[in-house]
């Protein structure tokens, strides 16, 4: 592999999405990512969404450019070939991550005993080893007590697992990181990362503990309004919707522009006593905005509200649905991340490449997700240096497996 990150190998025992998804972060860098699962399937092959012949999208999706180890797990003889694979010798290699339980033959302490300098990173649910998802944890933060219509009684729940996604890039800038640390000092290191933690964090730097305790209040439900400032969505007259928002001075004059709000604006904010240049000033009077946008967007059609507030450089985007963008041209079908894959077993279709753009290493194109197995004997003979007639031994055991 070529890419920022070659020369890497990272050893990966995964299941659902921040694991994976933090191993395929660095796959598309340029690492070696080997993800091994048992010959029979990790516990996520079959995860929805799927095709109509059961082929899981969503495995597919989170595996991309990597290779693809099978073993019997719960054989001594597939632990000590996983064992090897893990703690194998070279300069980039010695990077294990993983969400199973760190225990027994995965244990740190066991696996170090075989390579010093092991870099280990257990995403784990939460501190204390309670299992979690990004469902549970999200209901905990206090996230969805203040999602959904402000007359809604109860929790709303995230579509997006936004904790997983968060969880997985940090757990890949902890490999890096921790890399780095070896690289400088020869000394490796277990990594735990709690899923719990990732959105604790996350609440406490975004605000919302602080206000609740300095404050003393529940912040309450504002539907689609963006708290501290303004945005909303809008419905066009040909039934369409736009999110409109502003967020500097430069939004406030090219929304004003967009829809001919000038005089409007300036009449808010002599009524309201507010300075529509700030954020309390937009906050405080979104009412009275709302008011003068809403019906200028509900008089135009999605296209012609789109080309004014496009043309005045205005703050806003259009609703669409997840088929609605996989046709956009600007944003999928010419957005140079993406290439129309051939994902064996699934079919054609756009597949993004990592978004980061480096000024002195070019991107790299998305590779498909492995098969089951696909890569069994070579990685056994390429990095464990196993001979042919050894591999078939293993094979004909039921040890290891290749693709079905």
Known sequence: MTGILAGLRIVEGS????????????AQLG?????????AGGLDSDRWPITQDGRSIYWAGLNKGKRSIAVALRSPEGRELLT?????????????????????????EEL???????????????????????YTVNAITGFPMVTGPVAHEGPVNAVAPPWD???????????????????????????VLPLQDM????????GYLGEAVINQVDRPRFGNEIFGTFGRDFRTRDGRFVMICIFSDRHVDALAKAGGFTDAFARIEKEKGVDLKTDAGRWLARAELCSVIEPWVAAHTAAEVGAALKTAGALWAPYQTFRELAADRDHVRDNPMFTVLDQPGIGRYPVAASPLQFGAVPRQSPQPAPLLGQHT??????????????????HDREIVAGPA
Request: aromatic residues 4%.
């Open 165 to 191: 996604l968060a969880t997985a890039y940090a757990g890949a800038m902890a490999i890096l990181a921790a890399e780095r640390h070896r690289r400088m000092t020869g000394a490796g290191q277990r990594i």
């Open 199 to 206: 959105a604790l964090a996350a609440t406490s730097a975004l």
């Open 377 to 394: 004997d070579e990685i056994l003979s390429g990095i464990l240096g196993l001979p042919d007639h050894e591999i078939a031994r293993l």
């Open 112 to 134: 170090a005993k075989r390579r010093a300098d092991l870099i280990a990173l257990n995403i784990v649910g939460a501190r204390d080893g309670t299992a979690h998802v990004d």
């Open 84 to 108: 090897a694979l893990i703690t194998a010798p070279g300069e980039g290699a010695g990077i294990f991550t993983t969400n199973m339980p760190a225990r027994g033959w995965l244990a740190y």
């Open 31 to 39: 690492a070696d990512v080997i993800r091994f699962d048992d010959i």
């Open 15 to 26: 299941a659902f999405i921040a694991a994976p998804l933090g191993g395929m972060t660095l």
